[in-house]
């Protein structure tokens, strides 16, 4: 009998959708929306002993050219009370809510957060997320946007302020008044909810910008990055875990987990093929013109996505852009996209799905068990937050055949050892005040 | 006066606050074996209490058929994040989904989010009609038949079939569409607090159901006329809406009541009239105000939830149920279809001549 030595690796789920990752032409795929989906997914997660469940929010229907998007799946439920229907069909799972911190109120939103954290017997998480864009604003009352420091500060406060609100009962269940004064919040009055069963509900950060990466190490249990290489989550892992000390924090007390995606087959080749084939589904024709017009900032609809790029400049002032699209420079992405075709002469759809539709993980179970673990055993990473590309079976293949690897390497949990999302993380309960 | 229609019932579930799931899970699936329309669950921010919406969502797959009505206040949260809410509870519910609309008139309630002051509730309650005017905009941004999956030409929705609100309130502009795709009533049942004072005009206007306060057949038999009076006048049909008498009971000791019946409550019947007595003589009562056509139905505020909704169930209503005078199923899934209201027509298929 051995014993797990090896560190532990961290697993969520990520409910696919709002993106072209989601294969919606797959004829396995079901409605995005339908309770029986979140259900789906979130039991086959807890089947998989996964630490939780994940659900990204979106506050304003994505726009291109100034008209709605229309090529991917768009249209989801509101977090927090989806997640409470979820508890009612989970027993373990954590369940991780994206919520912005630039278009809610602490207490409002403290008080659903410690609300779920009560439904759920202590398996709530929180994943903040900032916005900085009038676009959004043009839904809420307060309009507008706030500039990229000021949305970072504000959530630095909005957070602090969160943990005072769940701070504020005793351990004996009374409630005492509070009073919070500082730049974005000055509030007063008394927590209509007592400490829930984890004390603070888990704080996840996503993004990994300086001013992100600094915001998770002064408040965050876990960061939700992006990192496809072992040598960028490495470099990564260690900047980000340096940060730690100077706010008194140890290095295990953030967990990182980047958002990652996967492809499995019986064999390597076989999971190749699969990758290959599910790129060029989530690359349709119509994708490959729009992500080409993202880039180009033109009306490129006359071009044949199986023909040449266009040999015109891309205008990078023309205004086509809007909402979350951030490509980096132009003229540099069209540069490097055209020696690309030219080199291997690919098509406009061929050169956007080399450029664009990429998967992490491609193998058999075995292969890709092998990958994760050494990530996890290299300090690239704590674990992943895995974002199947079908909704809702697509974690299936998943649990059946990598976690069992994973378990029996002694990677990976086989049963829950305790009950709140916290100890899933381990991670210790918040000191409360007496 | 106009006919009433079928028995309607519903009950507050709300009364000392719990902390865990279960006790509201019984006391639902209590008053969903009563057949009872719906259960509503009081909230505020300014008394200890969990988030009345997340508990009925955290009891929807707990539940089949009850209908699901938590308070949910639109004084200072904003107008887009309650109608997401308030449309996701009727996709996780499959149906069953209400709201019914508060304000908060409290300085301290102010306090807690430092956003603006205290205001008269007659301002407050137009901010909460424009609320559910926008709601019920953005509940039909989608079509119903937005999301079409077309492979031929790529796309996932159709956009000529999602909209833009515009909506400009005195306090509140809303952009849209929604985020949410049109909830599987089209319109989640909106329930509002309806007699005299301020809520008045708001619950003629946008509710389906208005809760009022009688002490007798003929007075709630005029305030319901007057409802109905009210709500034609802003161009509805008085047949859609349901107008509940909310009564606060105590079903505790027959005994001790002499005389069953109303009294001019305590201070913590704020929800309506209050009756003392036992579950027949509650029974008696709904069936007369009922048979003399003064209201559609009752909206029952327990006085101890464990208590009396089991006696309302167990025996005022299996009593009625044995006159015929209510259900013993539920013929249909929807809140909607308990009530008798039509699934509402989407006004921007209709604008387009696509109804």
């Given at each position: 009998m051995t014993a797990p030595t090896r560190k532990q690796m961290h697993l969520a789920a990520h409910f696919p959708g709002v993106n072209n990752t989601t294969v919606w032409t797959d004829p396995r795929s079901k409605s995005q929306i339908d309770f029986s989906s979140f259900e789906h997914l979130a039991r086959t997660a807890e089947r998989g002993r996964f630490d939780f469940f994940f659900l990204a929010e979106g506050l304003r229907l994505r726009e291109h050219n100034g008209r709605i998007h229309d090529l991917d799946v768009v249209g989801r439920p509101e977090s927090l009370t989806v997640l409470s229907a979820l508890a009612a069909v989970t027993d373990r799972l954590g369940l991780a809510a994206t919520v912005?911190?630039?278009?809610?109120e602490p207490y409002e939103l403290a008080r659903r957060l410690a609300t779920l954290d009560h439904l759920s017997d202590g398996r709530a998480a929180w994943n903040v997320v900032t916005s900085s864009d009038a676009f959004t604003g043009e839904n809420f009352r307060r309009g507008g946007y706030l500039d990229r420091a000021d949305r970072y500060t504000r959530a630095a406060e909005f957070v602090a302020t969160a943990r005072e609100l769940w701070d504020t009962w005793t351990p004996d269940g009374t409630p005492r008044p509070f009073r919070h004064q500082g730049r974005h919040f000055t509030i007063e009055g008394e927590f209509?909810?007592?400490?829930s069963p984890q004390g603070h509900p888990v704080v996840i950060q996503a993004g990994d910008s300086p001013e992100g990466r600094e915001f998770a190490a002064s408040a965050a249990d876990v960061i939700f990055t992006r990192h496809g290489t072992l040598e960028a989550g490495r470099t990564f892992y260690s900047d980000v875990k340096a940060r730690l000390a100077k706010y008194?924090?140890?290095?295990?007390d953030l967990k990182i987990m980047p958002g990652v995606t996967f492809v499995l087959g019986d064999s390597d080749a076989e999971a190749q093929e699969r990758a290959a084939e599910i790129r060029r589904q989530q690359i349709s024709p119509q994708n490959a013109i729009l992500a080409l017009e993202q880039v180009w900032g033109r009306d490129l609809s006359s071009y044949d996505p199986d023909g040449p790029l266009p040999e015109i400049d891309p205008d990078p002032d023309s205004g086509l852009v809007q909402g979350r699209v951030r490509i980096g420079d132009p003229l540099a992405v069209a540069a490097r996209w055209r020696a690309l075709s030219e080199a291997k002469g690919l098509s406009i759809r061929q050169t956007v799905i080399e450029t664009t539709g990429r998967q992490s993980f491609i193998g058999s179970p075995e292969t890709v068990a092998s990958e994760l673990v050494e990530f996890v055993s290299t300090d690239a990473a704590d674990g992943f937050i895995l974002v199947p590309?079908?909704?809702?079976?697509?974690l299936d293949d998943f649990v059946d055949r990598v976690v069992p690897l994973l378990q029996e390497r002694g990677a990976f949990r086989s049963e829950y050892t305790g009950l709140t999302l916290r100890s899933h993380l381990g991670l210790a309960d918040p000191v409360g005040k007496d | 006066m106009s006919a009433t229609t079928a028995l309607h019932l519903a009950a507050e579930i709300g009364g000392p606050p719990h902390y865990d799931a279960r006790h509201y899970v019984e006391l639902a699936r209590l008053a969903e074996r009563g057949t009872l329309d719906f259960v509503t669950l009081g909230d505020s921010f300014a008394r200890p209490g969990l988030d009345a919406l997340a508990v009925l969502s955290r009891v929807a797959p707990a539940t089949r058929r009850i209908g699901l009505v938590p308070t949910v206040t639109t004084t200072h949260t904003e107008p887009f994040h309650v109608s997401s809410a308030v449309a996701t509870l009727d996709w996780v519910s499959r149906g069953r989904a209400g709201w019914s609309a508060e304000v908060s008139t409290t300085e301290a309630e102010a306090r807690l989010f430092g956003r603006r002051s205290a205001a008269p509730a007659a301002e407050l309650w137009r901010e909460a009609g424009e609320t559910a005017d926008v709601g019920a905009r953005l509940w039909d941004s989608w079509e119903d038949d937005a999301e079409i999956r077309d492979v031929a030409t790529g796309r996932f929705v159709d956009r000529d079939k999602l909209h833009y609100v515009d909506f400009e309130g005195a306090t509140f502009t809303v952009r849209g569409p929604a985020i949410v795709p049109r909830p599987p009533q089209g319109h989640p049942v909106t329930v509002i607090d309806g007699t005299g004072g301020p809520g008045q005009e708001a619950a003629a206007r946008h509710a389906d159901v208005v809760l009022v306060r009688a002490t007798g057949p003929e007075q709630a038999a005029g305030i319901r006329a007057d409802v109905r009076h009210r709500a034609a006048a802003y161009g509805r049909d008085p047949d859609t809406l349901r107008v509940l008498v909310a009564l606060t009971v105590d079903l505790g000791d027959a005994e001790t009541a002499p005389e069953p019946g109303l009294e001019s409550g305590p201070p913590l019947a704020a929800g309506g009239s209050y009756y003392r007595g036992g579950p027949v003589d509650l029974a008696e009562l709904i069936a007369q105000w009922h048979r003399a056509g003064a209201v559609d139905g009752f909206h029952l505020t327990p006085i101890t939830p464990e208590r009396d909704l089991e006696r309302i169930v167990n025996g005022t209503v299996a009593l009625l149920q044995h006159r015929s005078l209510f259900r013993t199923f539920y013929p249909g899934g929807t809140l909607r279809e308990h009530l008798g209201l039509a699934r509402p027509a989407n006004r921007y298929a209709l604008a387009e001549g696509r109804a």
């Open positions: 912005n911190a630039t278009f809610n209509t909810v007592p400490r008194g924090r140890q290095p295990d590309h079908l909704t809702p079976g697509g | -």
